[in-house]
């Protein structure tokens, strides 16, 4: 998830109460009752309701994660909220798998697959589009960001395109072996690339050159670390619970507008993947393009290496149907996207042009999911 910046960039705890800022905790607080009365069931009005006390538990839970984070310091930071932010996207996408609705065996893969499109084409772009405006071309460390599109390229290949060339099952799906072997690859690359970014190679991460550091954000106290780690369970409950009571609700729309249940993957991606977009967007405005890269990559990273295997054991142990690879479509976006950013993000310099192509790729990606 989030990767290590020399920029003390991760938030601190503001001054509030438990010194948290009030609406992270306002929002999972809210959330109990909400839960309990199941609002969701009362009509339109309660399923608006639901829908914003979710976004805002989402985001509170993401919150309360990086002021843990930040507590406890890398390595184990980046763990917690990559942990943390897997437990929310893994929630959402087992509790629409159980709802039964549509084809939710692939539903994991639809989610996955939307979240790396987002991040390589929508945040990058956004990112590399902001910033070209405001400070013209820019810099960052060739070799880290190198190293991470090597681990996410081999990541993509094995959870999202092997499946449908393995003959021990039928279809795009993995035979149980293979798919706990996947999972046990996935957590091994994730691991050590954590392990690189954070510990080994830790300059590979930073800004190069002649980009001035920011002063590091004082690190929260011992109380406020824990007060945050007790309001982020109680919001990773409070998500579980109003996904899995909203999940019919939001298939039931999707397939009433006539839209393919691809559509899901996308929304639950857009969600989970909200805070880590606007904290990359303000970097890149701020001239942080290394830490706006960090940010999406190591989201992307966690995204299968973790997501992958979590939704692997749940579907082994549930007996869930589970289909991983892409069709052609898919399969061909997400191959130009691997591709463009390669070469986008190869020389250690980028222009608003960059920005324009990857931004352009995200809306093809859209405007063929909408319309197959």
């Known amino acids: 998830m989030t990767v290590v910046t020399d920029e003390g960039n991760t938030p601190h705890a503001a001054k509030g109460w438990m010194g948290l800022p009030l609406w992270s905790?306002?929002?999972?607080?809210?959330?109990?009752?909400?839960v309990l009365a199941s609002v969701y069931t009362m009509g339109t009005i309660g399923t608006i309701v639901a829908t914003i006390v979710l976004i805002g538990s989402v985001v509170a839970a993401v919150h309360q994660a990086e002021v843990v984070a930040h507590?406890?310091?890398?390595?184990?930071?980046?763990?917690v909220l990559a942990v943390a932010v897997t437990v929310i996207e893994v929630s959402l996408i087992v509790s629409l798998m159980l709802s039964g609705s549509g084809d939710v065996a692939?539903?994991?893969?639809?989610?996955?697959?939307?979240?790396?499109?987002?991040?390589?084409?929508?945040?990058?772009?956004?990112?590399?589009l902001t910033g070209g405006i405001r400070h013209g071309e820019q810099r960052f460390t060739l070799r880290g960001i190198s190293a991470a599109l090597a681990t996410l390229a081999a990541l993509v290949v094995l959870s999202l395109i092997l499946p449908n060339y393995t003959t021990s099952a039928a279809g795009p799906t993995y035979a149980p072996s293979q798919l706990i072997f996947v999972a046990i690859v996935s957590l091994v690359l994730y691991g050590t690339f954590v392990l690189v970014q954070t510990v080994r190679h830790r300059d590979y991460f930073l800004p190069a050159g002649d980009v001035?550091?920011?002063?590091?954000?004082?690190p929260p106290t011992d109380r406020t670390a824990w007060n945050a780690?007790?309001?982020?369970?109680?919001?990773?409950?409070?998500?579980?619970?109003?996904?899995?009571?909203?999940?019919v609700t939001v298939e039931e729309a999707i397939l009433a507008a006539g839209l393919p249940l691809a559509i899901v993957g996308v929304v639950i991606a857009a969600l989970v993947l909200a805070p880590e977009s606007l904290a990359a967007y303000?970097?890149?405005?701020?001239?942080?393009?290394?830490t706006s890269l960090n940010l999406a990559l190591g989201s992307a990273l966690a995204?299968?290496?973790?997501?992958?295997?979590?939704?692997?054991?749940?579907?082994?142990v549930l007996g869930l149907p589970l289909a991983l690879g892409i069709g052609a479509k898919a399969m061909t976006l997400l191959a130009l996207s691997l591709f463009v950013t390669t070469i986008s993000l190869g020389t250690g310099r980028t222009t608003i042009l960059q920005g324009v192509v990857h931004l352009v790729i995200f809306a093809a990606y859209l405007f063929t999911t909408v319309i197959p």
């Open 212 to 218: 001035e550091p920011e002063e590091h954000a004082a």
């Open 229 to 247: 780690f007790g309001v982020l369970l109680l919001a990773l409950v409070v998500v579980v619970m109003l996904a899995k009571g909203l999940s």
């Open 282 to 290: 303000n970097a890149a405005r701020r001239d942080r393009l290394q």
């Open 25 to 34: 905790i306002l929002f999972p607080v809210i959330g109990v009752p909400t």
């Open 303 to 316: 995204t299968i290496g973790l997501t992958i295997p979590a939704v692997a054991i749940v579907s082994l």
């Open 106 to 128: 692939a539903l994991a893969r639809d989610t996955v697959f939307a979240a790396i499109m987002i991040i390589l084409n929508f945040i990058i772009g956004l990112c590399l």
């Open 71 to 79: 507590r406890v310091g890398e390595p184990f930071g980046t763990l």
